[in-house]
């Protein structure tokens, strides 16, 4: 299997001397490629920390994140926007979207910063924001929306560049659970079908098991690092498969 990313050796320090503290210790990780991975723990236990780190928003006190073979730290800042604006894409609350733009506008900033082409910016745009039932509110200010719509804006934005990683953190906290079933759905369905790899930080266990792997972290250090066993893999499907049909039939329903 190739690995996308390994942590090495992984540590992070907030602040310093007397306040400091060690979020992270010593992590030693590997992704592969295509694989759907759970973050879990507590509280305050370091996960969104190790997110930050493995997607370079961040950058550790020790050791290394290496993309595709490349040590991260050594990359120009070139290669490092390249990464972040086309290989991954992000779920994250507090990566908020710039509050007065439209909603629309919100989702072309990607693509813009990418260079893709001005004349097909809008449809995969607009493409987007279809695949998250949004597409009645792209012109909106983006303030003006739901937080379950905001978080939707979010994962519309996340998947307009065809990333290869996704990084969600907590993508469901905050929605209802039919909101919440349907971005499960296209988070996995952008998994099964087309490859992406997925690292998911969530407190939810039932997200978590439709993961094919669970790392569980607490105080900064990774206590468990399991591979979901394969009948446990297809009862997943299964589970997925059910919530596919539910938002199918929700939407059915909707039409109508
Ligand atoms: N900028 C910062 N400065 C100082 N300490 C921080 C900073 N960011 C996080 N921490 C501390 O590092 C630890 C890990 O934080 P992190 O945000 O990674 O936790 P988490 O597992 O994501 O928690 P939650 O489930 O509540 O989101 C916490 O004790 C937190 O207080
Ligand atoms: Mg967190």
Redesign the pocket.
């Known amino acids: 299997m190739n690995t996308i990313i390994e942590a090495k050796n992984l540590s992070k320090t ?2 310093k001397k007397a306040t400091a ?1 060690q ?1 992270l210790k010593d992590i030693n990780l590997k992704i592969y490629k295509g694989e759907s991975v759970a973050i879990v ?1 507590k ?7 190790l997110m930050h780190l493995l997607a370079l928003l961040d950058t550790p006190t020790k050791g290394k994140v290496i993309i595709g073979g490349e040590d991260s730290s050594t990359m120009s800042n070139r290669k490092l926007n390249k990464l972040r604006g086309n290989t991954f894409g992000f779920v994250f609350q507090q990566f908020f979207m710039n509050p007065n733009d439209s909603v629309l506008e919100n989702i072309l900033l990607p693509l813009k910063i990418s260079k893709i082409k001005r004349s097909k910016r809008k449809n995969k745009a607009m493409e987007a924001l279809k695949i998250v039932d949004l597409a009645s509110k792209a012109k909106n200010k983006a303030t003006d929306l739901s937080g379950g719509q905001k978080q939707r804006v979010c994962i519309a934005r996340a998947i307009v560049n065809n990333p290869e990683i996704i990084f969600a953190d907590e993508p469901t906290g905050n929605l209802d659970s039919s909101t919440g079933d349907k971005i499960t759905d296209l988070l996995f369905e952008l998994n099964r079908k087309k490859g992406v790899t997925l690292v998911i ?1 969530t407190h939810d266990e039932d997200l978590a098991k439709l993961c094919g792997r669970i790392i569980r972290i607490s105080d900064g250090k990774i206590i468990s690092d399991s591979k979901v066993r394969k009948s446990t893999m297809k009862e997943a499907e299964k589970r997925h498969e059910k919530v596919a049909a539910t938002v199918k039939a929700r939407n059915e329903r909707s039409k109508k």
């Not at 509280?43 to 920390?49: D, E, V």
């Open positions: 907030y602040g503290f979020a723990g509280s305050g236990s370091g996960k969104s920390t930080v």
